[in-house]
């Protein structure tokens, strides 16, 4: 069976028009194209959110609308022809047709004001404080989550998770280990590793509400025997048991730097000498397009955002791991791995 990144790129395209009208709408282009900065300058002279002004000029860059080079950006020829109000080639009457989205409409509120990144911050030990959106992840970071809430989230979260599953158990070896995978959610990587892998077992890690969903489903793929759920908060308590690998797929994205932080010091500490930690995302240096839009989903809609690599490899390396290696794996989505002394 062929990977599903093209129905990954179709779904996340949800947020490519409505990032470009609400750029059109906020004078974006026009600003860039008078005088070509960076990020931060941008934010400044808009009176945009920062880290809610970066993410949208990087998915506009990955659109081919703008050029980025030296950490400046600047719009393409594309847009220079297209998306200037005083041209004679204006497309902004086609774009803006009909009202704006509710997706148009968070992307201008989270661009003036700032979003769940902004208003939910990390404590000085990087424990996530709920913000005041009602979004799914302040559940995480009150660490509760309700069976009716967790059903829903575990279908989603499930649904685009399974072929990337499948294609990551592919890409690591079957000696025997125990896999810790933290913020497992359904529990379909643990099912997709031991599927691939007899000598592998799992620990799902989450919390209470979740674990009970993710045990049907390893029950109904017939892996009760060698996978088990363990209510937990991931940020506040011991981790259980005794694993030679940590899993962290798509957890990281939805934290601040300092909350991602703390969790890959929680990985370190726990893991014996040789352990591994392996992290799974869409980084924004290697994922395209898919990358910047998930980037934009995340923004909107949790505390964190897509990293890069070398963020990525620098908060493992600041959390005590050597030695990572990064490898392309299914779904637009990265394996990093990295060893504990």
């Known amino acids: 069976m062929s990977g599903d990144e093209r129905i990954w790129e179709i779904w996340l395209s949800q947020y490519d028009l409505p990032s470009l009208r609400a750029a059109d709408r906020l004078g974006l282009f026009s600003e860039l194209r008078s005088k070509p900065c960076d990020s931060e300058t941008l934010a400044a002279k808009l009176g945009f959110d920062r880290r809610v002004c970066d993410v949208v000029l990087r998915l506009l860059h990955s659109l081919g609308l703008l050029r980025f080079q030296d950490g400046i950006f600047q719009c393409s020829d594309l847009a220079a022809g297209y998306l200037d109000p005083e041209g ?7 774009l803006n047709i009909g009202p704006p ?9 989270a661009l003036r004001e700032g979003t769940e990144a902004a208003t939910g911050m990390p404590d000085a ?25 967790a059903e829903g989230i575990a279908r989603v979260m499930h649904s685009h998770s399974v072929g990337a599953a499948q294609h990551l158990a592919g890409m690591v070896s ?13 529990g379909c990587f643990g099912i997709a590793l031991c599927r691939r892998h007899a000598e592998i077992r799992c620990t799902v890690l989450e919390l209470e509400g979740m674990c009970a969903v993710a045990r049907r489903y390893v029950e109904e793929a017939g892996l009760s025997e060698r996978i088990e759920a363990v209510g937990c908060n991931m940020f506040t308590q011991s981790w259980p048991g005794s694993c030679d690998t940590v899993l962290l797929s798509n957890v990281l994205h939805d934290w601040r730097e300092e909350s991602c932080l703390l969790l890959l ?6 893991l014996p000498p040789g352990g591994e930690v392996w992290i799974h995302e869409m980084l924004m240096d290697r994922g395209g397009h898919c990358a910047a839009a998930f980037s934009m989903m995340m923004v909107l809609g949790t505390q964190g955002r897509q990293y890069f690599s070398a963020e990525m490899v620098k908060m493992l ?18 394996l990093v791995r990295a060893r504990k002394p």
């Open 265 to 270: 010091t929680k990985a370190f500490d726990y």
């Open 174 to 186: 079957g000696k025997t280990r125990h896999i810790l995978d933290v913020g497992g959610g359904s």
């Open 101 to 109: 989205s509710a997706k148009e409409e968070a992307i201008v509120k």
């Open 125 to 149: 030990s990087g424990v996530p404080q709920p913000g005041e959106s009602g979004l799914p992840v302040v559940l995480w970071a009150r660490g509760e989550v309700s069976a009716e809430r």
């Open 88 to 94: 004679d080639s204006y497309w902004g009457p086609a």
């Open 317 to 334: 390396e600041d959390a005590g791991f050597r030695q990572p290696v990064i490898e392309q794996a299914g779904s637009s989505h990265s």
